[in-house]
């Protein structure tokens, strides 16, 4: 017997169909998140020095190989946006071969071009971004490992997305959970040394992030080709996609792919201006430690929002209730606030607390991480917000246009700050905070202005092929 749509999704209480949606992604997030936490914590406590070099090292190669392969997660948001839209008509042999289609060009592309190429390219890539040489010898083996086995992760992403926009939110936390206690399992016992395993360090945590999302990756597909999902294996097996379906799925997600890209890019380039700064490895390490890990608290549970909005926006279009969509999106965005003001007053009042979890006890590290935390304190409403009503656009299929607002507030706004004092040669630490803080705000408020309109909410999106 066929699994059933859930019609909770787009009718009944409209706090019970957000609530639905969004409980199971945010914790899913949540404990995603924190296994780099802990990897970052055992870094800082048993591979620890005075700059946090090991713990930078993390961040920086983490961050370089989102740029590179961020553009194909757009194949898996133009996938997620279909999905939700048909599963709203009910419509499960277009979502089958939607989902089967992406998984396809997705595997295609990871193991046969960005595993031998990131592997090749990943010294220019460091060198680019101008780190120290205490950051670069833990960064590039670190990163080179990423690209060679990463396929796992990004189809962990890809199943997640799948299953979340087809409205069975439970199975990819059950998964997550599984994903995350590997992990950590898997980095705890490779980063300290236990048994009869040496201690690897920085290589500990790059094996226990590319070797756990294997076991819940092949239970996920197991479960589709199994016939146990509301998504189902395709109406015939093909070994090439079909391009129709690549080129409809390509027209939604390359505009979010492209503000990915963007989005990295700014975070590399930020980068690369605390290079310049004094103490730039120490800057490096509080930037690890409060922004990508400490601040993910905000980020992982706005991305859960973010894709609950998507889904819930796109499902109700499919449905014809777009209004009721809208006024959802609302919902996960006041959600959303409510969490990271929680969070936010903890930075603000207990960041020594928080940067001893990672051993950053030295200077200038801890004073870097403390006037951090206390930007980010104000920046998380800003991005919680701002992630709602972002993927209220992007479940409708209008990605153009936060693409643009990505560009013009963390491209030219963030860096044109950043390269104004730095010319003047007075950028600091603090400075580059505040412009941190600055587009984050400003994103939010160009957000906003498009969101009160209505013209977004009939972006069409329809398959040639699904007539």
Same mark, same amino acid.
């Given at each position: 017997?066929? =699994?059933?749509?859930?019609?909770?999704?787009?009718?009944?209480?409209?706090?019970?169909?957000?609530? =639905?949606?969004?409980?199971?992604?945010?914790?899913?997030?949540?404990?995603?998140?924190?296994?780099?936490?802990?990897?970052?914590?055992?870094?800082?406590?048993?591979?620890?020095? &005075?700059?946090? $070099?090991?713990?930078?090292?993390?961040?920086?190669?983490?961050?370089?190989?989102?740029?590179?392969?961020?553009?194909?997660?757009?194949?898996?948001?133009?996938?997620?946006?279909?999905?939700?839209?048909?599963?709203?008509?009910?419509?499960?042999?277009?979502?089958?071969?939607v989902f089967y289609a992406a998984f396809m060009v997705s595997l295609i592309i990871l193991v046969g071009i960005v595993a031998p190429l990131g592997y090749f390219c990943a010294p220019l890539l460091l060198r680019a971004v101008n780190i120290a040489d205490e950051v670069y010898v833990h960064a590039l083996p670190y990163l080179r490992l990423l690209f060679l086995c990463g396929a796992p992760l990004?189809?962990?992403?890809?199943?997640?997305?799948?299953?979340?926009?087809?409205?069975?939110? =439970?199975? *990819?936390?059950?998964?997550?959970? %599984?994903?995350?206690?590997?992990?950590?399992?898997?980095?705890?016992?490779?980063?300290?040394?236990?048994?009869?395993? *040496? *201690?690897?360090?920085?290589?500990?945590? $790059?094996?226990?992030?590319?070797?756990?999302?294997?076991?819940?990756?092949?239970?996920?597909?197991?479960?589709?080709?199994?016939?146990?999902?509301?998504?189902?294996?395709?109406?015939?097996?093909?070994?090439?996609?079909?391009? !129709?379906?690549?080129? +409809?799925?390509?027209?939604?997600?390359?505009?979010?792919?492209?503000?990915?890209? %963007? %989005?990295?890019?700014?975070?590399?380039?930020?980068?690369?201006?605390?290079?310049?700064?004094?103490?730039?490895?120490?800057?490096?390490?509080?930037?690890?430690?409060?922004?990508? !890990?400490?601040?993910?608290?905000?980020?992982?549970?706005?991305?859960?929002?973010?894709?609950?909005?998507? @889904?819930?926006?796109?499902?109700?279009?499919? &449905?014809?209730?777009?209004?009721?969509?809208?006024?959802?999106?609302?919902?996960?965005?006041?959600?959303?606030?409510?969490?990271?003001?929680?969070?936010?007053?903890?930075?603000?009042?207990?960041?020594?607390?928080?940067?001893?979890?990672?051993?950053?006890?030295?200077?200038?590290?801890?004073?870097?991480?403390?006037?951090?935390?206390?930007?980010?304190?104000?920046?998380?409403?800003?991005? &919680?917000?701002?992630?709602?009503?972002?993927?209220?656009?992007?479940?409708? +299929?209008?990605?153009?246009?936060?693409?643009?607002?990505?560009?013009?507030?963390?491209?030219?706004?963030? %860096?044109?700050?950043?390269?104004?004092?730095?010319?003047?040669?007075?950028?600091?630490?603090?400075?580059?905070?505040?412009?941190?803080?600055?587009?984050?705000?400003?994103?939010?408020?160009?957000?906003?202005?498009?969101?009160? @309109?209505?013209?977004?909410?009939?972006?069409?999106?329809?398959?040639?092929?699904?007539?």
């Open positions: 017997m066929l =699994k059933a749509f859930d019609k909770e999704i787009v009718s009944g209480s409209l706090l019970r169909s957000v609530w =639905k949606l969004a409980w199971p992604l945010v914790l899913l997030n949540l404990i995603n998140g924190m296994h780099g936490i802990v990897d970052h914590v055992l870094i800082g406590h048993f591979h620890g020095s &005075a700059d946090n $070099a090991a713990n930078a090292a993390i961040g920086v190669a983490w961050q370089v190989f989102l740029v590179i392969v961020v553009f194909i997660a757009s194949i898996f948001h133009g996938m997620n946006v279909l999905i939700a839209r048909y599963a709203g008509r009910q419509d499960r042999d277009t979502i089958s071969e990004f189809l962990m992403f890809m199943l997640t997305g799948a299953f979340h926009a087809s409205g069975e939110p =439970k199975t *990819p936390l059950k998964l997550g959970i %599984l994903t995350t206690a590997l992990n950590i399992l898997i980095s705890s016992v490779l980063i300290i040394g236990i048994g009869p395993f *040496p *201690p690897l360090g920085v290589m500990g945590a $790059a094996l226990g992030t590319v070797l756990a999302p294997t076991v819940s990756c092949g239970i996920g597909l197991y479960l589709v080709f199994s016939r146990r999902m509301i998504i189902q294996p395709p109406r015939r097996f093909r070994v090439l996609p079909d391009l !129709q379906l690549l080129r +409809g799925m390509a027209r939604i997600g390359i505009p979010t792919g492209i503000q990915g890209v %963007l %989005l990295n890019i700014a975070g590399v380039l930020l980068l690369r201006y605390i290079s310049t700064l004094e103490h730039s490895a120490a800057a490096q390490a509080a930037y690890t430690i409060c922004y990508a !890990q400490l601040f993910s608290l905000v980020t992982w549970t706005s991305f859960g929002l973010r894709a609950a909005a998507g @889904t819930l926006m796109g499902q109700n279009i499919g &449905a014809g209730v777009r209004r009721r969509g809208k006024r959802g999106v609302v919902f996960a965005a006041c959600m959303g606030a409510a969490w990271s003001f929680a969070v936010g007053v903890v930075f603000w009042t207990y960041p020594g607390v928080l940067l001893r979890l990672f051993n950053a006890v030295d200077e200038p590290v801890f004073s870097f991480g403390v006037s951090l935390l206390r930007y980010l304190s104000l920046s998380g409403v800003a991005v &919680a917000v701002n992630l709602a009503l972002t993927g209220g656009l992007q479940g409708a +299929g209008a990605t153009r246009v936060p693409m643009f607002i990505a560009f013009a507030t963390q491209i030219v706004a963030l %860096l044109s700050i950043c390269q104004f004092f730095l010319s003047m040669g007075t950028l600091t630490a603090d400075k580059v905070w505040a412009a941190l803080f600055f587009s984050h705000a400003l994103r939010l408020t160009l957000t906003w202005l498009v969101f009160r @309109t209505d013209g977004w909410t009939h972006t069409s999106v329809e398959l040639e092929s699904a007539g």
